[in-house]
């Protein structure tokens, strides 16, 4: 599996794709305007709190205040650490309006919605998630390997003790990363008093600062995308900023010397999206049909509550039964699924509509080959197996706005519906418009402002129908185009 990070740096955004075999997978985004931020620590303030939902809105110094459920509040004992036992609280007995609060984000604002929060703190290095407020020491679930996991936590208590007779002390727990597979003792040492230090300026930020502020915000992207996406199989990490590459050789040479190699700048004349087909594999993604190779086809559609995938045949006919070209298609779109998913960043319940599959061994390793894909993928998924109306029911985790959400605004024609009211449509809404005016005003005459192509049917197909409007409400009615106005836009003047 050949795997390369590329990273596009400009003053305005900076973007970053995950490449394997020469065909993207994941793209990031962060705009100056606009950055994520998941990861960030905040000191805020309560401003309401909601009994009937178990949840408070905190001011964090953003446009929309943040949201906390009261399972992500754990109250803290006299030493600092996280307290619970039992079922959670009343979220009246763990905040009050005008409190202050520590909170840090979990996910991102998206839509209409404010920054998910929770007061379990974490900060992040290169192997390592240091959580100053609990003593628990947790490993990735990606590290599947017992022995290693066992040997990990080993490496993690005698580096902490080894620290701790030299000074060097800290209250607290851990998550082993992903990328901490097989690193040496040397390299954890590296990341422990790193955090230590960073968590005791944090300290005193938050005892000097007033609410709502921000104390701790997250690496930029491009250094995100080298702590996070960079793994020992990534072959290389191309750069199109001289800056950026410079800063990133510096960053990898103190926190991640393993990939300090494979880092390198591209100074060529095309941009580098552009050598490795990234542009056209993202304006690819905002449409909602993907197609397959053999000939199907999927039809990805995006909703508020859910996201849904149909799979369809379309020109592939096969070569044997219809059977085993359904099953084919299957085979061929769940691993295209798994790719969408990535590449759009599609979050939250996933309902997928494979072709129905009588035989229940090919319904199996269809959903195998859907697990077997998404095995690869960062966000954390579960597929439920194929329900009673042969639909595959999913959930995959969403921390950031879909690519969709990120790019694009609804339509400003069709309010985001997707379809238009045809012009015959706004025609008879025309005549029942006119019908109330008449009779609610007296006028000479009416005007009526439309579209060009409202106009002309007006003008054509239903000039009889405006004929027989003109007897009925005993006076003139006259036309006129509005060229900025959408098929959907009218008005009625009285004149």
Known sequence: MSEELLINVAPMETRVALVENGVLQEVYLERSARRGIVGNIY?????????????????????????????????????????????????????????????????????????????????????????????????????????????????????????AEEGHSGDGGFILRTVAEGVSEEEL???????????????????????????????????????????????????????????????????????????????????????????EEIRKALQNKVTLKSGGYLIVEQTEAMSTIDVNTGAFVGHRTLEETIFKTNLEAATAIARQLRLRNLGGIIIIDFIDMQDPEHQRQVLRTLEKALERDHAKSSITGVSELGLVEMTRKRTRESLGQMLCEPCSVCSGRGTLKTAETVCYEIFR?????????????????????VIDLLLDEESANVADLEEFIGRPIQFQVEPIYNQEQYDIVLV
């Open 43 to 163: 000191k805020g303030k309560v401003v309401r709190v909601l009994p009937g939902m178990q949840a408070a809105f905190v001011d964090i110094g953003l446009e929309r205040a943040g949201f906390i459920h009261a399972s992500d509040i754990a109250p803290l004992d006299e030493h600092g650490m996280e307290s619970r036992e039992g079922e959670v609280a009343d979220i009246r007995a763990l905040v009050r309006e005008g409190q202050s609060l520590v909170v840090q984000v979990v996910k991102d604002p998206i839509s209409s919605k404010g920054a998910r929060l929770t007061t379990h703190l974490s900060v992040s290095a290169r192997y390592l998630v240091y959580m100053p407020q609990t003593r628990h020491i947790g490993i990735s679930n990606r590290i599947e390997d017992e022995a290693e996991r066992e040997r990990l936590r080993a490496l993690v208590d005698l580096a902490a003790s080894k620290l």
């Open 189 to 279: 040492l590296r990341d422990i008093p790193f955090l230590y230090k960073l968590w005791k300026e944090l300290e005193q930020r938050i005892k000097v600062e007033k609410e709502p502020a921000i104390i701790y915000e997250d690496l930029p992207l491009f250094m995100r995308a080298l702590r996070d996406l960079a793994r020992p199989h990534t072959e290389k990490i191309r750069i199109d900023s001289r800056e950026a590459h410079a800063r990133a050789a510096k960053f990898t040479s103190k926190y991640a010397p393993e990939i300090a190699p494979r880092i390198e700048h591209y100074p060529g004349e095309r941009p580098l999206f552009d050598l490795y087909g990234v542009e």
């Open 433 to 453: 418009e006119i019908i109330r005016e008449a009779r609610a005003y007296d006028s000479d005459k009416i005007m009526v402002l439309a579209s060009q192509v």
